[in-house]
C-alpha cells in the first residue's frame, strides 16, 4: 500500500458527473486497489454526509467527518473487505459523529455564561416568538429516538422515499414506514399546543 492517499474530496463528487462501473465488474475486490477505493467513494460519500447531516451535524461538520470517515477506509483498507466497505463507513461516520458531540457538550459548558442576543428592536415580540418556535421545533427532533429522526430527516428534508432510506440504511421498507409513523406521533405529543 502506498504512502499517498488517492486525491479526491467530498467536494468534487459534488460536481463530478462521471459513471463508474458497478462494483462487481471491478477486477480487484481489494479496498487498497485505487480504483476500489474510488468507486466506493464515488457510490457512498454523498450518502455518508448526508447520513451525518441527519444525525444532527451541520453541513460543514457532515462534510468534515465523512471526510474524516473515508481516510480512516483507506488507513485500514487492508483489514476491510469492499462487500463491508459501506458498513465500515457508516459506522466509524457514526462513532467519529458521536465523539464530536461529545467535544462540543465540553464546549457548551463553558460557553452558557455567555449572554444571549437580544431581540431585534423592530418587532422583538415577533423576534421573541419566532425563536421561541424554532427551539422548541429543534428541541422536538432531537427528542426522538435516532433512528426514528434519522428516518425522519431523510425523508423530509432529503425528499428520499421508503424504499431509498431503507437502501441507505439496510433496513426493510416497512421498518422505514414503522420508523417513520413512530416519528410523526412523536412529534405530535411533543408539539401539542403549539
Known amino acids: 500500500m502506498s504512502d499517498q492517499r488517492p486525491k479526491f474530496g467530498i467536494s468534487q463528487f459534488r460536481n463530478n458527473q462521471l459513471t463508474f462501473a458497478r462494483m462487481e465488474s471491478l477486477p480487484q475486490s481489494n479496498v487498497c486497489h485505487e480504483p476500489t477505493y474510488r468507486e466506493l467513494f ?8 448526508n447520513f451525518l447531516f441527519y444525525k444532527g451535524a451541520t453541513a460543514n461538520e457532515a462534510e468534515d467527518l465523512a471526510q474524516e470517515a473515508f481516510l480512516r477506509l483507506w488507513r485500514d483498507c487492508a483489514k476491510v473487505p469492499v462487500e463491508k466497505a459501506k458498513s465500515y463507513l457508516f459506522a466509524v461516520s457514526g462513532n467519529l459523529f458521536l465523539d464530536e458531540k461529545k467535544h462540543e457538550q465540553v464546549v457548551l459548558k463553558f460557553q452558557r455564561a455567555v449572554p444571549q442576543e437580544e431581540a431585534t428592536e423592530e418587532n422583538p415580540h415577533f423576534d421573541l416568538e419566532t425563536k421561541e418556535l424554532q427551539d422548541r421545533l429543534e428541541k422536538a427532533i432531537a427528542q426522538l429516538p435516532e433512528n426514528q429522526r434519522v428516518v425522519f430527516l431523510m425523508n ?14 439496510d433496513l426493510s421498507v416497512k421498518a422505514v414506514e414503522k420508523r417513520m409513523h413512530l416519528a410523526l406521533v412523536e412529534l405530535r405529543q411533543i408539539l401539542k399546543g403549539i
Open 42 to 49: 464515488y457510490a457512498h460519500a454523498r450518502h455518508v454526509r
Open 156 to 169: 423530509r428534508m432529503d425528499k428520499m422515499k421508503y424504499a431509498e432510506i431503507a437502501a441507505h440504511l
